[in-house]
């Protein structure tokens, strides 16, 4: 538990109001309540405060961003349903520890399954499954004709019980028959394409995008609010001979961290040979 004093605190939070280069804009499309829940978890974030901290009460808060009450306690309801904060009835609100959630986006593996860190409960819950007609883009990006039928999939993972990312897929349809009406193998759509269908992915294009969310119902399941930040990510995925098999987009949530491990290759002209054994001497 953090020993910092209730007084330290409070005038470390007036003091980081006092700091805010953007001030909080009524005249926003972003809620008043959710840009201030945003200001709070980047105070959390930069002093670092850690697990059991007395959290500044909400007219401590009130006073150092000069907003209403009931915006206070919105912001604060929302740290707490995110995770950051944790009320005790008779004793206040307090920082609890969040759980750190790493993405190895950038690895050999092709799988988004297999790039979470080993130590996150991973689950995966189909939230739609359905056949539709190819819209334009993905009719251009599968190589399918317009009114092909298109398997169109979509998914919620959830990290620790924390919805973290909505991941849609568009199959095409004939290639892979009553896919989706069972589960997937290990909660995987390429093992399961893999041992099903005996199409092992070979290769993967992905692209990453800084956006805001602007779709309600992904908002819901990610538990946000709308224009809330993300990282979209779009990416076309290969079966052999070239073959595109999946378009797929995910939205992922703010607070999940990507991973890439870089190694430089040994310059050669540095590199020891080993030193050769003969028999005899």
Not at 135 to 156: G, K, N, T
Request: charged share 20%; hydrophobic share 40%.
């Amino acid at each position: 538990m953090d020993t910092t004093s209730r007084s330290a605190l409070e005038a470390m939070l007036s003091d980081f109001a006092h700091a805010q280069v953007v001030q909080l804009a009524g005249s926003s499309s972003i809620p008043l309540y959710h840009q201030l829940y945003r200001i709070l978890l980047k105070f959390i974030q930069k002093k670092r405060l850690k697990s059991g901290t007395r959290f500044p009460s909400e007219g401590v808060v009130t006073s150092c961003f000069n907003v209403s009450r009931p915006t206070v306690n919105k912001a604060v309801q929302e740290l707490i349903d995110q995770g950051w904060l944790v009320r005790e009835r008779g004793r206040g609100t307090f920082v609890t520890q969040t759980p750190s959630i790493e993405l190895t986006l950038l690895q050999n593996s092709l799988s988004l399954t297999d790039q979470f860190s080993p130590s996150s409960q991973l689950t995966s819950r189909l939230v739609s499954h359905k056949h539709l007609p190819a819209p334009p883009e993905i009719s251009s990006a599968l190589h399918v004709d317009l009114e092909d039928e298109v398997l169109y999939l979509r998914r919620l993972r959830s990290v620790n019980d924390h919805p973290i990312m909505v991941c849609d897929s568009y199959l095409p349809a004939g290639r892979f028959p009553h896919l989706g009406e069972e589960p997937f193998l290990r909660e995987s759509l390429y093992a399961t394409l893999a041992e099903r269908y005996g199409c092992s992915i070979m290769k993967s294009d992905r692209y990453v995008e800084a956006t805001e969310i602007v779709e309600q119902d992904v908002a819901e399941l990610l538990g946000t609010s709308l224009f809330s930040p993300i990282l979209l990510l779009k990416g076309l995925t290969f079966a052999k001979k070239n073959a595109v098999i999946e378009y797929m987009v995910a939205y992922v949530k703010e607070g999940v961290s990507f991973k890439s491990i870089v190694s430089r290759a040994p310059d050669a002209s540095t590199v020891t040979k080993p030193t050769e054994l003969r028999q005899g001497g």
